[in-house]
């Protein structure tokens, strides 16, 4: 009978994977709505930014856990970025998502306004890759 190995659950992986897929994917899914004019993908990019929005807290949580058991909380130039840009990411995130759900229509009207929105989008995906490539450098 084989015995399997009981490996601890790592909520911070787990969380910031997720998160860090929800934003490109919403920024291609973006994309290609200005692009075709597709409705369906304008809503699939809002709800990937629902979700990824969810997960930011439980990821930066558990990240801060992480730093003070696995690190004994100690602070380097990496540490200090992933706090900053962690709170930047949020800060971004959720201005889009209230945005959003206060002006629906802000990727539909003509004008400046769905620009910015896009751009605010590649911003927060843009943060999160940053993240995660802080993040890779202790794996």
Not at 62 to 74: H, L, M, N, Q, V
């Amino acid at each position: 009978m084989m015995k399997l190995n009981k490996a601890p659950i790592h909520a911070h992986h787990i969380g910031s994977h997720f998160t860090s897929a929800m934003f490109p994917v919403a920024s291609l899914l973006l994309t290609i709505f200005a692009i075709t004019g597709d409705s369906s993908l304008e809503s699939a990019a809002f709800y990937c930014q629902i979700f990824g929005l969810a997960a930011i807290p439980l990821t930066y949580i558990s990240g801060a856990y992480d730093w003070k058991t696995r690190f004994s909380g100690r602070r380097t130039r990496i540490f200090d970025h992933k706090l900053v840009f962690g709170v930047i990411f949020l800060v971004i995130a959720t201005g889009l998502v209230i945005a959003r759900i206060y002006w629906p229509m802000i990727m539909f009207e003509p004008g400046m306004a769905k620009w910015a929105y896009l751009l605010f989008l590649y911003a927060a995906t843009g943060t999160a890759v940053y993240l995660g490539h802080l993040g890779s450098k202790f794996i």
